[in-house]
């Protein structure tokens, strides 16, 4: 079978990695991939942009491709799987309706609200001098949220009312995110600790992924700017049955009937980001796809095939996915700035590294040469049955990846309670 991945940050690439090692594949293209992905076994980059939906159908059509995985939100938010439903291909991600779970704040805290599912208290906003007086009378910390797409920046976590007060202005009045901004949500602050909870979700089942925890901050101790990601672990240390059992009675169950009741046939990638607090969980965010860089720690996890996995999910089966004992932990090394501005196009020297696996991220190949080409460069990933070995191996190895400017935070696998 030939297949097509979308993307190309460390999600995607992992994604590939774990779908080429199926007996089922020929080869699996990745449009437009990374400098990692042209290099896996049966493996090949396509050099088409994950928003060129037309160029996308020519190549499926072209080289007889029977399934296309969607790694980030944009394509399906923007619609790829509505584009391609007349193309003889099959579509391992939602359609644009069921997408606007995470392409709009409001459009899924409505839904939220309408399920009774458990999250945080919330307004909207359409006009900024209505926002602003909301503010005037509200307890800090706040939470502000662009209802829109605004590539994982949109939201502020606000101590206080100046801070608050200028967001609303950038976002509202000016153009920090552009039309995402346009209407806002300004929403009560949870605490507790954070758990990406993922799985593959369908019309009539939610199959969890292992759980996963990430690390946001840009610095040591949980402490700095928001990023993407500059670590994970898996399983989630924080994780217990009774906490499982409340996740899928309050949140997975009322999700699964709510997108009934819409009439939307989701089918793909789910990824609940929720704040779990004495054993209860309240849902934050919705998200379509999988978490980066959770997934190259999941991928590693996972002992069965996900090829086999999407493919009986996609025919309304329940796949059965089997996971390895022990942990796994991923490293993200980044480029100097990073979550602001960066240098591209750094030339990248790497080592020897024996075990584990080196994830790309923002990587190419120029004229044969590795080059940086994003904030997240890589990820160093290990699996073992301790987290301890992880971190000995990683910390070991890390400074066999070198290129100027490079940054990584020491203390992954550290357990922060907050
Ligand atoms: P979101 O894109 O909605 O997940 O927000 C990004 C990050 O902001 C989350 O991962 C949390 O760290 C934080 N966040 C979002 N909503 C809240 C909330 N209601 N209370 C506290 N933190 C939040
Ligand atoms: N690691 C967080 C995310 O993918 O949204």
């Not at 939100?73 to 584009?83: A, C, F, M, S, T």
């Not at 644009?96 to 599912?117: D, H, T």
């Not at 990073?338 to 990587?363: C, E, M, Q, R």
Request: hydrophobic share 35%.
């Amino acid at each position: 079978m030939n297949i097509l991945v979308i993307g190309q940050g460390g999600r995607e690439h992992a994604i590939a990695w774990k779908l080429q090692k199926s007996e089922k594949v020929t080869q699996v293209f990745v449009a437009p991939g990374n400098g990692g992905t042209e290099l896996e076994a049966r493996c090949t980059n396509v050099d088409i942009s994950s928003d060129d939906f037309p160029m996308i159908k020519s190549f499926i059509e072209e080289n007889s491709i029977e399934l296309v995985v969607v790694g980030p939100e944009d394509p399906l938010v923007n619609g790829i799987k509505d584009y391609l439903s007349d193309s003889n291909v099959l579509v391992f991600g939602p359609d644009a309706k069921g997408a606007q779970l995470e392409g709009s704040k409001i459009y899924s805290k409505e839904f939220l609200f309408k399920n009774n599912i458990p999250t945080g208290k919330a307004a909207f906003f359409s006009s900024s001098n209505k926002a602003l007086a909301h503010l005037e009378k509200s307890n800090f910390p706040i939470v502000l949220k662009a209802d829109g797409l605004a590539a994982g920046k949109g939201v502020l976590v606000a101590n206080e009312l100046e801070e608050a007060k200028n967001w609303v202005n950038e976002v509202m009045e000016g153009s920090k995110f552009g039309v995402a901004g346009k209407n806002i949500i300004i929403e009560e602050c949870l605490f507790g600790t954070e758990l990406s909870f993922m799985g593959i979700l369908t019309p009539d089942f939610f199959i969890p992924f292992e759980t996963s925890i990430d690390y946001k901050p840009l610095h040591e101790g949980n402490k700095g700017l928001n990023t993407g990601g500059m670590g994970c672990m898996s399983p989630s240390p924080f994780m217990n049955k009774d906490l499982k059992n409340n996740i899928l009675e309050t949140v997975v169950k009322p999700t699964i009937s709510g997108l009934k009741n819409k009439g939307i046939n989701y089918y793909g990638f789910m990824y609940f980001g929720l704040m779990v607090k004495d054993n209860i969980s309240k849902v934050l965010e919705f998200n379509c796809r999988l978490g980066d860089p959770e997934t190259q720690c999941l991928m590693m996890q996972m002992e069965s095939d996900l090829l086999d996995a999407i493919l009986q999910a996609l025919n309304g089966e329940e796949p059965k996915i089997t996971w390895k004992t022990g942990s796994t932990m991923g490293v993200v090394i980044a480029s100097g700035g990073y979550p602001n501005s960066y240098k591209n196009k750094v030339p990248i020297n790497i080592g020897t590294l024996k075990n584990g696996k080196l994830f790309h991220a923002g990587t190419k190949s120029m004229d044969d040469k590795l080059v940086t080409n994003g904030g997240r460069v890589f990820s160093l990933n290990y699996s073992s049955d301790s987290i301890d070995d992880c971190k000995r191996y990683i910390y070991d190895n890390i400074g066999e990846v070198n290129f100027d400017g490079m940054t990584f935070r020491t203390d992954i696998g550290e357990i922060y309670e907050s």
